[in-house]
C-alpha cells in the first residue's frame, strides 16, 4: 500500500529552538495537507498545497510557522522559534484532485516543546 | 463557513453491541463530500468512507454502515457487533468549495468509542 512517510515521529525540543518535519507524499498525489492535532483543538488545518503551490495557509500562526514544498516528493513544516503551545501531533496528508480529495494521512510527528 | 458536529465526545459499550456514532454538518455548498476517518491507538488516520452530496444510498461494508440524509444534514455511522478492536476515536469530515477553490477537510471534534470486553 502507498504510504504518506512523516519524519520525526517524535521530536522533544526545548522553547527556541528551531523544529523542522519532513513529509513524503504518495507519489502522484497532487495536493498535501498539514493538520495539527491536540487535544483542546482537535484537527486544525494549517496549511494546504496543490501542485506544490500554497494554497491557503490561513490557519498558521506566520510569525514562527512556514510550510515549503521545495519538490513533489516533499513537504516541509517549520517552527521557529518554537514555544510549548506548539506541542501537539502534526499530520501530514496528501490527495488527488480534482477528484474527491480522499486525503491519506501519514502517522503524524508528536512534537513536544518544554 | 463549513461545520462537522460530533456531539457524542465518548461512548462505551460493551462487545457485541451495535454503537452508533452521529455526524451532523453545515455546509452551503450543493456538491460536497463526507467522510469518516478512524483514528486507532497508535494514531494514524484510516479512511473508512466517502459520500458525495448526490448519493444519499446507505453503505454496508461488513459491520460497518452509514446512514446519509440530506433533510437533516447528517451521516451516521453504526458499527453493528462492535469488537474490542474497533475501540478508537472516529472523526466525521466535510469537504466542500466553501473555502475557495480548495477541497480541504474539515473534521469534527471525534467520538473516543471503548469497547469492552
Known amino acids: 500500500d502507498a504510504r504518506v512517510t512523516q519524519t520525526p515521529r517524535h521530536k522533544v525540543t526545548e522553547m527556541g529552538q528551531e523544529v523542522t518535519m519532513r513529509c513524503q507524499p504518495i507519489?502522484?498525489?497532487?495536493?498535501v495537507f498539514w493538520y495539527r492535532q491536540t487535544m483542546m483543538q482537535g484537527l486544525e488545518l494549517l496549511a494546504y498545497?496543490?501542485?506544490?503551490?500554497?494554497?491557503?495557509d490561513s490557519g498558521m500562526p506566520k510569525d514562527r510557522f512556514s510550510a515549503e514544498m521545495p519538490d513533489a516528493t516533499l513537504a516541509t513544516l517549520k517552527i521557529q522559534p518554537s514555544e510549548p503551545r506548539d506541542s501537539a501531533v502534526y499530520f501530514c496528508?496528501?490527495?488527488?484532485?480534482?477528484?474527491?480529495?480522499?486525503?491519506?494521512f501519514g502517522a503524524g510527528s508528536r512534537l513536544t516543546v518544554l | 463557513a463549513q461545520k462537522v458536529t460530533q456531539a457524542q465526545t465518548e461512548i462505551s459499550v460493551v462487545e457485541k453491541e451495535d454503537v452508533t456514532l452521529d455526524c451532523v454538518y453545515e455546509?452551503?455548498?450543493?456538491?460536497?463530500?463526507l467522510f469518516w476517518y478512524k483514528q486507532p491507538p497508535s494514531g494514524e488516520l484510516v479512511f473508512l468512507i466517502r459520500?458525495?452530496?448526490?448519493?444519499?444510498q446507505n453503505e454496508i461494508s461488513g459491520r460497518y454502515s452509514w446512514n446519509f440524509q440530506k433533510s437533516t444534514s447528517s451521516f451516521n455511522f453504526t458499527i453493528t457487533a462492535s469488537q474490542v478492536v474497533d475501540s478508537a476515536v472516529y472523526f466525521c469530515?466535510?469537504?466542500?468549495?466553501?473555502?475557495?477553490?480548495?477541497?480541504?477537510?474539515?473534521f469534527g471534534s471525534g467520538t473516543q468509542l471503548t469497547v469492552l470486553p
Open positions: 496528508a496528501s490527495g488527488l484532485v480534482p477528484g474527491a480529495n480522499v486525503l491519506t
Open positions: 507519489l502522484g498525489h497532487n495536493t
Open positions: 498545497f496543490r501542485n506544490r503551490a500554497p494554497l491557503d
Open positions: 455546509t452551503r455548498d450543493t456538491t460536497y463530500y
Open positions: 459520500r458525495n452530496s448526490f448519493d444519499e
Open positions: 469530515a466535510l469537504s466542500d468549495f466553501s473555502s475557495g477553490s480548495a477541497r480541504q477537510l474539515t
